[in-house]
Every structure is written in structure tokens, then in C-alpha cells.
């Protein structure tokens, strides 16, 4: 009997056998997601103007690839915001020009290998849906349907997202899915059914359709239980009738969606993209950190045409690693998202840069994954300031956390470990960190300040920022407002060399007795007169309290001014004594981790990482001729070992103090200390 090439595919996509079960040998097992450290993501958002969707697409092509990358899990594409299924189906909306079934290569490829399988599928932003099916749409506050989005109070999640991932799910075998398209871009539904739900539920006796308007953060919160039902239910409906399938919603129980995470989902994940990667990178993976469940970052493999008129750029093996770093240094996964031609192929100059990216994470894989914090600094994260003054249902955020993302950046340039403490998890774990910063959110809550309160009582020490937080805390920093807070005007504050504009919102304050003035800031580019008190400290009998009454984080945001870095280093060494030390350039981050009992020392170089769409890619990073460290022990270590390569490194101890020095620091190197 002749087997055609095109019967073993669909002979795969049925879960019979495949070649190698032919012959009696059985393929390898895929990993679970919890087990999966490094993967690919595929997605075309295909549509009609796609003439010949896998027409150049190889089996023998996707073999070179996974034995190239050898990652553990790849997502294909499955269905993209237009909401056009990439495959055969007969549930549809099928892409009308479908040459070659890709999902069947892809499955019979990643079988063979013991790779997992996951898809790409949009769900709330499906245009074809709401296309074909108008009463399927949420409804705007013109009266209008949504053009792009489906209504989470409406049939579409169980008329038509559910059977395409269950045929998807059976026809392919699948592993998992990916759903795109969620937590981002849903939004409030002024329809019937949520309009009289909504009254129902309140007794008000109108819907909201401003921000303005009476119940509008009522409004929002209806909007978002009605999300976590439409996500919950589909997981678990996924669950039910395909218990092999691990699913996650993108960006859920990121800093989106700042919440404790008692959904259902399998693992978290978000796909970070624009102009500064490595920032997002930064705040996203010590927050997903924080959720105790299996979580990755994906990194685009270009940078996206919307930040260049050119079209997208596509970054080199170096610039990925950079990336790579940031995300593992924090105990997570990695993978990053390319797209094949519209038709399929894959381009060897593309698998040579995924591959090299691969052995990069690789090499760091058992000295970085699940690793868990060493507390030292937290920055507060605050979701009762985004859910009540943001007027949107979830992120981004835009500029509304610019002030977490602040004070973030300039931390870690001033070399201290930091890690992103949500409110939520500020009762359980925040009395683990010598430090907790308040960035100038507005509003953080009564339960945040109490706890914060609890936690200078026993011995924390809090960095309090901005004009509402200083005014709040007013009574445990020992100071006296001066009239309201406003726009400061012209101001700088000064660095070590030079100085730093640092206009924004400030609040006068007048020292009560026991405080002490950290530094001034100025009306004018003289710093010999008419200072204005910009940071202040109170000792206590339980600790250390101090106050920056205006903006910085947002300021440092905005500029990266490296006299402003030094500013906030100055009043942030007055209130505790950091594990480690760094004398390195601000470009090399410092993180504190455990991997079992040994302690670990992660070094970052982010020299010239990309913050412009006209940089919008780099292939060299000078590597740092050296870096000297200094860690407070009470006993010195049995060795010292830089990975990965396994390098011992000479060191000294006298005092308490271990101190070494490192070099080159090209990428991201983890110093390891056994027997401390």
C-alpha cells in the first residue's frame, strides 16, 4: 500500500498513528506547560487577502526548525482578530484561500519531536463574528454595535468560540491554547441584557455613560466579574471536554490585571512589544512573578511596523538574549514570536537567530528557572488606584502606572534587587522586604494604608512619594502641610555631577521635630538658594519612614536623568542597607535570587537596550570590563561560581562583607554562592 503524503497528515490530525508509531517506536512525550521553559509563537491573523495560506510550507522544514530551536512548546496560528479560522473547518469562518492544512504539519512535526502544540486564537475581538452575527456585538454608548469586539454577556462564547477550540482541540490533538485578544480589548457593554443586569444588581436607577456619571466604577466593576465569568466559563467548558488542554488568557493576572489570581487558567503569559522592551519586560515579569503560578513573557522577534513607517524590524539573536535576560533573571519562561511568510515558510536566516536565542536561554535554564526571590526592595503596585481612576476595565495602562515603572527603572539603575509588590499580596508578603516603595498613585485604598501602616510599626521601612501619599501618611512622617499641592513649575534636584528637571505635582510640607531634610529641590538652575524641602526622613522607634511630596517616578520615566537616579539613591540609602552592592555602570541590573539553598547574584547588561522606534535594533552590546560586588554574609561561602560555564571566582571576606570582582559581563551571567 502507497501512504500519500497527505494521508499521514490527516492520519495525524485524526490522532491515529503516526510514522514512527508505524514502525512500533513510540514519539517522545510533549512537556506539560509547567514544565516548558523556552517557545516559539506563530500567528498570521489570517483573512481573505491571503491568496495561499501553507502553500510553502515543509514538513521537512518544520523538523530542521524544532531540531534547530528545539523548543519545548510552539503556538501556530489558529484564528487572529478578524476572527478567520487558519485551517480546514467545519464549524468556520475558514480563510477562503487555504492551499495547505498547517495545523496538521505542525501537529504531525511537533508529535514527532515531543514538542507541545499549542494555538493562537482571539477571542473577545473577533470581527467576523460580530460581522455575521450583529446581535453577538457589545454595544457602545451611541447605541451602536462594537465593529471588532464580541459582547461577553452574549451567545458568541458558546455559539461559536467554543465549538472552533473544541473541533481545533480534537481535529489537531492539541496541547493548549493561547487566547489573544481578551483582558486588552474588552470593553463596558451598554446592551440590553447588561444595562438591566447592571440596575438589577445595584438599584441605581440609571446606567452610567460617563466617567462622571454616578456608578461608573460600579459600572467597570460589573464589567470585569462578567469577564472573569466569560473566562472561568470557557476554561472550565475547555477542561470539561478536553482535559489535556491547557489554556491561558493573554495578559490575565499581569499588571492588566492586577488581581489575585483564583481564575482556572493553566498558566499566565503576555506578549511585551513597543519602543522600550526591556522596561516593559522589567515591571511585567516581577509582577507575573508574584502570582505563584507558571508564567512566560514573549518578546517579538521584530519590531512592530506601528513604531516605524519603514515596516517592521527584525531584531538579531543579540538583542533577543538582552530581552531573554530580564525575564529569566526573574525565575520565568521565555519565547518569542516571529511570523512565517503568509504562506507558511520559514526562512533559514530566521531559524538560525531562533536557534541561537534557544542555546542562550538554555545555557541558562538550570541556574535560572524557578528560582525564587531574595527580599529586598519592593515597589508598590497599586490596583485600587488603576480600577478607580483609569475609567477603563483593565490595561495598559498608558501613563496611569508611569509612576510604578519610575521608580522601578531608577531603582534598579541605582543597583539595588527589586521586586513589584501588588496591594493584594501587600498583607501576606510585605513585611518579607527591608523596603516598600510607594509610588505617587492616587488613591491607593484604606486597606493599603493600613497595612503599610502595620508594616512601619513593625520594623519596615517606607519610601513615600507624591503630594496625596505625603498628605495621607502626614502623621508617621512627622510633617505639617503648607497649603494644597500643585504644579511645581519649573524645579530641578540635584545629582551627584549635575542637575535634573523635575516639574510636577508637589506638596509643600514644614518639618515637625525628629525629622530630618535629605535634600532641597530648586525654583531655578541655582542650587545656592531658595531650596524647597524635596525629601525628608523620620527615624522611629520601629524604624525609618521617609517622603518624596511630589512625582518623580513619572518624571524619571519620562527623562531617565541620571541626576534624578541619584537623587532618589540618596534618600533610598538612608533607610536600609541593602543584601548586595554594585560598583558597575547604572546599565548592569542587580537581582537577588535563591535556586535551593544556594544564593544567586543575576548581573544584567542592558547597554544600549532599544527605547526608539528610529533605534529599533541593535547587534552589539559592549560587554562591562568589570563589575565589583559586595554582599553582607554572616559566613563565607564554600565557593563562588559564575554560570553558566562554571567559573570559579576568587573572592575575599573580612568584616561580614564577601567582595569580587567580575568581568567581562557581556549579556547575563549569575553568580553563585554555595555554603553561605
Same mark, same amino acid.
Not at 489535556?244 to 493553566?266: F, G, K, R
Not at 525575564?327 to 520565568?332: D, E, P, S, W
Not at 535594533?617 to 553558566?644: C, H, Y
Given at each position: 500500500?502507497?501512504?500519500?503524503?497527505?494521508?499521514?497528515?490527516?492520519?495525524?490530525?485524526?490522532?491515529?498513528?503516526?510514522?514512527?508509531?508505524?514502525?512500533?517506536?513510540?514519539?517522545?512525550?510533549?512537556?506539560?506547560?509547567?514544565?516548558?521553559?523556552?517557545?516559539?509563537?506563530?500567528?498570521?491573523?489570517?483573512?481573505?487577502?491571503?491568496?495561499?495560506?501553507?502553500?510553502?510550507?515543509?514538513?521537512?522544514?518544520?523538523?530542521?526548525?524544532?531540531?534547530?530551536?528545539?523548543?519545548?512548546?510552539?503556538?501556530?496560528?489558529?484564528?487572529?482578530?478578524?476572527?478567520?479560522?487558519?485551517?480546514?473547518?467545519?464549524?468556520?469562518?475558514?480563510?477562503?484561500?487555504?492551499?495547505?492544512?498547517?495545523?496538521?504539519?505542525?501537529?504531525?512535526?511537533?508529535?514527532?519531536?515531543?514538542?507541545?502544540?499549542?494555538?493562537?486564537?482571539?477571542?473577545?475581538?473577533?470581527?467576523?463574528?460580530?460581522?455575521?452575527?450583529?446581535?453577538?456585538?457589545?454595544?457602545?454608548?451611541?447605541?451602536?454595535?462594537?465593529?471588532?469586539?464580541?459582547?461577553?454577556?452574549?451567545?458568541?462564547?458558546?455559539?461559536?468560540?467554543?465549538?472552533?477550540?473544541?473541533?481545533?482541540?480534537?481535529?489537531?490533538?492539541?496541547?493548549?491554547?493561547?487566547?489573544?485578544?481578551?483582558?486588552?480589548?474588552?470593553?463596558?457593554?451598554?446592551?440590553?441584557?447588561?444595562?438591566?443586569?447592571?440596575?438589577?444588581?445595584?438599584?441605581?436607577?440609571?446606567?452610567?455613560?460617563?466617567?462622571?456619571?454616578?456608578?461608573?466604577?460600579?459600572?467597570?466593576?460589573?464589567?470585569?466579574?462578567?469577564?472573569?465569568?466569560?473566562?472561568?466559563?470557557?476554561?472550565?467548558?475547555?477542561?470539561?471536554?478536553?482535559?489535556?488542554?491547557?489554556?491561558?488568557?493573554?495578559?490575565?493576572?499581569?499588571?492588566?490585571?492586577?488581581?489575585?489570581?483564583?481564575?482556572?487558567?493553566?498558566?499566565?503569559?503576555? %506578549?511585551? !512589544?513597543?519602543? &522600550?522592551?526591556?522596561?516593559?519586560?522589567?515591571?511585567?515579569?516581577?509582577? $507575573? #512573578?508574584?502570582? =505563584?503560578? +507558571?508564567?512566560?513573557?514573549?518578546?517579538?522577534?521584530?519590531?512592530?511596523?506601528?513604531?516605524?513607517?519603514?515596516?517592521?524590524?527584525?531584531?538579531?539573536?543579540?538583542?533577543?538574549?538582552?530581552?531573554?535576560?530580564?525575564?529569566?533573571?526573574?525565575?520565568?519562561?521565555?519565547?518569542?514570536?516571529?511570523?512565517?511568510?503568509?504562506?507558511?515558510?520559514?526562512?533559514?536566516?530566521?531559524?538560525?537567530?531562533?536557534?541561537?536565542?534557544?542555546?542562550?536561554?538554555?545555557?541558562?535554564?538550570?541556574?535560572?528557572?524557578?528560582?525564587?526571590?531574595?527580599?529586598?526592595?519592593?515597589?508598590?503596585?497599586?490596583?485600587?488606584?488603576?480600577?478607580?481612576?483609569?475609567?477603563?476595565?483593565?490595561?495598559?495602562?498608558?501613563?496611569?502606572?508611569?509612576?510604578?515603572?519610575?521608580?522601578? %527603572?531608577? !531603582?534598579?539603575? &541605582?543597583?539595588?534587587?527589586?521586586?513589584?509588590?501588588?496591594?493584594?499580596? $501587600? #498583607?501576606?508578603? =510585605?513585611? +518579607?522586604?527591608?523596603?516598600?516603595?510607594?509610588?505617587?498613585?492616587?488613591?491607593?485604598?484604606?486597606?493599603?494604608?493600613?497595612?503599610?501602616?502595620?508594616?512601619?510599626?513593625?520594623?519596615?521601612?517606607?519610601?513615600?512619594?507624591?503630594?496625596?501619599?505625603?498628605?495621607?501618611?502626614?502623621?508617621?512622617?512627622?510633617?505639617?502641610?503648607?497649603?494644597?499641592?500643585?504644579?511645581?513649575?519649573?524645579?530641578?534636584?540635584?545629582?551627584?555631577?549635575?542637575?535634573?528637571?523635575?516639574?510636577?505635582?508637589?506638596?509643600?510640607?514644614?518639618?515637625?521635630?525628629?525629622?530630618?531634610?535629605?535634600?532641597?529641590?530648586?525654583?531655578?538652575?541655582?542650587?545656592?538658594?531658595?531650596?524647597?524641602?524635596?525629601?525628608?526622613?523620620?527615624?522611629?522607634?520601629?524604624?525609618?519612614?521617609?517622603?518624596?511630596?511630589?512625582?518623580?517616578?513619572?518624571?524619571?520615566?519620562?527623562?531617565?536623568?541620571?541626576?534624578?537616579?541619584?537623587?532618589?539613591?540618596?534618600?533610598?540609602?538612608?533607610?536600609?542597607?541593602?543584601?548586595?552592592?554594585?560598583?558597575?555602570?547604572?546599565?548592569?541590573?542587580?537581582?537577588?535570587?535563591?535556586?535551593?539553598?544556594?544564593?544567586?547574584?543575576?548581573?544584567?547588561?542592558?547597554?544600549?537596550?532599544?527605547?526608539?522606534?528610529?533605534?529599533?535594533?541593535?547587534?552589539?552590546?559592549?560587554?562591562?570590563?568589570?563589575?565589583?560586588?559586595?554582599?553582607?554574609?554572616?559566613?563565607?561561602?564554600?565557593?563562588?561560581?559564575?554560570?553558566?560555564?562554571?567559573?570559579?571566582?576568587?573572592?575575599?571576606?573580612?568584616?561580614?562583607?564577601?567582595?569580587?570582582?567580575?568581568?567581562?559581563?557581556?549579556?547575563?551571567?549569575?553568580?553563585?554562592?554555595?555554603?553561605?
Amino acid at each position: 500500500m502507497t501512504i500519500r503524503r497527505r494521508d499521514l497528515i490527516a492520519t495525524a490530525t485524526a490522532g491515529l498513528l503516526l510514522p514512527g508509531e508505524m514502525l512500533g517506536q513510540s514519539p517522545p512525550k510533549a512537556p506539560r506547560r509547567a514544565d516548558s521553559f523556552f517557545g516559539m509563537h506563530f500567528d498570521l491573523h489570517p483573512g481573505p487577502n491571503d491568496p495561499a495560506l501553507g502553500k510553502d510550507l515543509r514538513k521537512e522544514q518544520v523538523l530542521r526548525f524544532l531540531d534547530a530551536v528545539k523548543p519545548n512548546y510552539v503556538q501556530y496560528d489558529c484564528k487572529g482578530h478578524a476572527g478567520w479560522l487558519g485551517y480546514p473547518s467545519q464549524v468556520g469562518p475558514s480563510a477562503p484561500n487555504i492551499v495547505q492544512d498547517s495545523l496538521a504539519i505542525w501537529r504531525e512535526a511537533t508529535r514527532e519531536r515531543g514538542v507541545a502544540l499549542y494555538i493562537h486564537f482571539s477571542g473577545v475581538w473577533d470581527t467576523q463574528a460580530v460581522t455575521r452575527h450583529p446581535e453577538w456585538a457589545a454595544i457602545t454608548r451611541e447605541g451602536k454595535g462594537d465593529p471588532e469586539k464580541a459582547s461577553t454577556f452574549g451567545p458568541y462564547v458558546d455559539a461559536l468560540m467554543l465549538p472552533q477550540l473544541r473541533e481545533a482541540a480534537s481535529k489537531y490533538q492539541l496541547d493548549g491554547v493561547w487566547v489573544d485578544g481578551e483582558c486588552w480589548a474588552v470593553r463596558p457593554d451598554w446592551g440590553e441584557k447588561p444595562r438591566q443586569q447592571f440596575l438589577t444588581a445595584t438599584g441605581l436607577g440609571r446606567v452610567p455613560e460617563y466617567p462622571t456619571d454616578p456608578g461608573w466604577n460600579e459600572w467597570l466593576e460589573f464589567h470585569r466579574e462578567q469577564f472573569r465569568k466569560y473566562v472561568r466559563h470557557y476554561v472550565d467548558e475547555m477542561h470539561r471536554s478536553h482535559p489535556q488542554v491547557q489554556v491561558a488568557s493573554n495578559w490575565l493576572y499581569s499588571t492588566m490585571v492586577p488581581e489575585p489570581p483564583e481564575l482556572p487558567v493553566d498558566f499566565l503569559s503576555g %506578549d511585551y !512589544l513597543g519602543n &522600550a522592551p526591556i522596561a516593559g519586560a522589567r515591571i511585567e515579569a516581577r509582577y $507575573l #512573578a508574584q502570582n =505563584g503560578k +507558571s508564567w512566560d513573557l514573549m518578546a517579538w522577534g521584530f519590531q512592530s511596523a506601528r513604531g516605524n513607517p519603514a515596516g517592521p524590524v527584525h531584531k538579531p539573536s543579540m538583542q533577543l538574549e538582552q530581552e531573554a535576560g530580564v525575564v529569566l533573571a526573574q525565575g520565568g519562561g521565555f519565547q518569542v514570536y516571529y511570523q512565517p511568510s503568509r504562506e507558511g515558510h520559514l526562512d533559514d536566516h530566521f531559524i538560525e537567530v531562533m536557534a541561537k536565542v534557544g542555546d542562550f536561554c538554555r545555557a541558562r535554564q538550570p541556574y535560572c528557572w524557578k528560582t525564587e526571590t531574595v527580599p529586598q526592595v519592593a515597589v508598590l503596585y497599586s490596583r485600587n488606584s488603576l480600577y478607580r481612576h483609569t475609567n477603563k476595565m483593565f490595561g495598559g495602562w498608558g501613563d496611569f502606572d508611569l509612576c510604578a515603572k519610575g521608580w522601578l %527603572d531608577a !531603582l534598579l539603575e &541605582a543597583h539595588y534587587s527589586v521586586d513589584v509588590l501588588p496591594d493584594w499580596k $501587600l #498583607a501576606s508578603h =510585605g513585611a +518579607s522586604y527591608p523596603l516598600i516603595v510607594v509610588p505617587e498613585w492616587k488613591e491607593i485604598g484604606q486597606e493599603t494604608e493600613n497595612e503599610l501602616r502595620k508594616l512601619a510599626a513593625s520594623g519596615t521601612a517606607l519610601l513615600i512619594a507624591g503630594a496625596e501619599n505625603t498628605r495621607q501618611f502626614a502623621d508617621l512622617l512627622g510633617l505639617r502641610m503648607e497649603g494644597e499641592a500643585g504644579d511645581s513649575g519649573e524645579i530641578y534636584v540635584r545629582g551627584r555631577e549635575i542637575i535634573a528637571p523635575a516639574r510636577g505635582f508637589w506638596q509643600a510640607v514644614e518639618p515637625l521635630p525628629g525629622t530630618t531634610i535629605l535634600d532641597y529641590r530648586f525654583r531655578r538652575r541655582d542650587t545656592t538658594k531658595d531650596g524647597v524641602i524635596a525629601a525628608i526622613l523620620r527615624v522611629t522607634p520601629a524604624g525609618r519612614v521617609a517622603a518624596v511630596p511630589g512625582n518623580l517616578g513619572e518624571v524619571y520615566a519620562e527623562t531617565h536623568a541620571p541626576a534624578m537616579r541619584q537623587f532618589i539613591q540618596g534618600a533610598a540609602s538612608k533607610l536600609f542597607a541593602p543584601m548586595a552592592s554594585l560598583d558597575a555602570p547604572s546599565t548592569v541590573e542587580m537581582v537577588l535570587r535563591r535556586r535551593g539553598e544556594v544564593l544567586q547574584v543575576h548581573l544584567l547588561n542592558t547597554t544600549g537596550m532599544q527605547v526608539a522606534a528610529r533605534y529599533a535594533a541593535l547587534d552589539f552590546v559592549a560587554p562591562v570590563p568589570q563589575v565589583t560586588l559586595r554582599l553582607r554574609l554572616s559566613r563565607a561561602p564554600r565557593r563562588v561560581t559564575v554560570r553558566p560555564g562554571s567559573v570559579r571566582v576568587p573572592f575575599t571576606y573580612d568584616a561580614g562583607v564577601l567582595t569580587l570582582q567580575h568581568g567581562p559581563l557581556a549579556l547575563y551571567d549569575i553568580v553563585e554562592l554555595e555554603g553561605e
